[in-house]
């Protein structure tokens, strides 16, 4: 196992949301007290419910808050599939987030335009001429070893040149979006997989146990540190690594 990377198992769905939530409020007093600002990014599905649950019951100074989004579905804000949509309806006003703290893709564009647009948009927040550096992002995992909208074997794996890009052929619906690219992702100074359920058992021991190189296989954050955090069905298959 690298040095950087941090496998927990803990029993059940509720402990998965304690630990993810107090490391993101131990890294958000970490930045803030470092830089003034903690900039997250965001990952849709199960993340959506465990935030929902978790962030209400930590203790941060919330306008220092900048969120962004690993990925998005170019869809309607008000569309089932819209992440921020998503967070919208369940955090604000759960926590003391405002809709101007989110950085958000603009929805009408098309994925190839709404991607150069988000890159503007993101550069107002990082120092220029280099790599955007997030103190966390919150990665998810699909039952494919996909991340991000970082499908196995899709070409925009091996982009290097943008930091975010467009996906026109996502192999799941809906099928535009952006999303983060690796080396972006791989700048990150601290990333977190929150995976549950005995759905997800195999697909974790090929990440992580067969180092199979899928997508979520390939998050390494090259300056910073990599957590996993699985609930013992999710990690059943990994107990002797």
Not at 33 to 42: A, P, Q, R
Not at 202 to 211: A, C, G, N, T
Not at 218 to 234: C, F, M, N, Q, Y
Request: hydrophobic share 40%; aromatic share 8%.
């Amino acid at each position: 196992m690298s040095t950087n990377r941090v496998i927990t198992v803990v029993q059940s769905e509720d402990d998965v949301i304690q630990e993810l939530c107090d490391m993101i409020q131990i890294t958000a007093t970490n930045a803030i007290e470092k830089d003034d600002v903690f900039k997250i990014g965001l990952s849709g599905g199960s993340l959506t419910k465990f935030l929902t649950i978790g962030l209400q019951k930590i203790t941060t100074d919330w306008s220092k808050w900048i969120v962004f989004f690993c990925d998005e579905r170019v869809v309607p804000v008000e569309s089932a599939d819209s992440t921020y949509g998503i967070y919208k309806n369940s955090l604000i006003g759960v926590v003391p987030l405002d809709e101007d703290q989110f950085v958000k893709i603009d929805p009408h564009l098309p994925a190839e335009e709404a991607a150069k647009d988000y890159i503007q948009k993101m550069a107002v927040h990082f120092p220029p001429d280099c790599l955007p550096r997030f103190h966390l992002l919150l990665l998810g995992m699909g039952p494919d070893g996909h991340t991000c909208s970082l499908f196995p074997g899709h070409r925009i794996c091996d982009e290097t040149s943008v930091w975010v890009a467009p996906v026109t052929n996502a192999p799941k619906p809906p099928p535009s979006r952006i999303t983060l690219t690796f080396p972006v992702v791989n700048n990150a100074e601290c990333c977190i997989f929150a995976i549950t359920g005995a759905g997800k058992a195999e697909i974790v021991k090929r990440v992580l146990k067969e180092d199979e190189q899928l997508p979520a296989g390939r998050v390494k954050p090259t300056d910073g540190v990599l957590h996993w955090i699985l609930d013992s069905e999710a990690g059943a298959h990994i107990k002797d690594i």
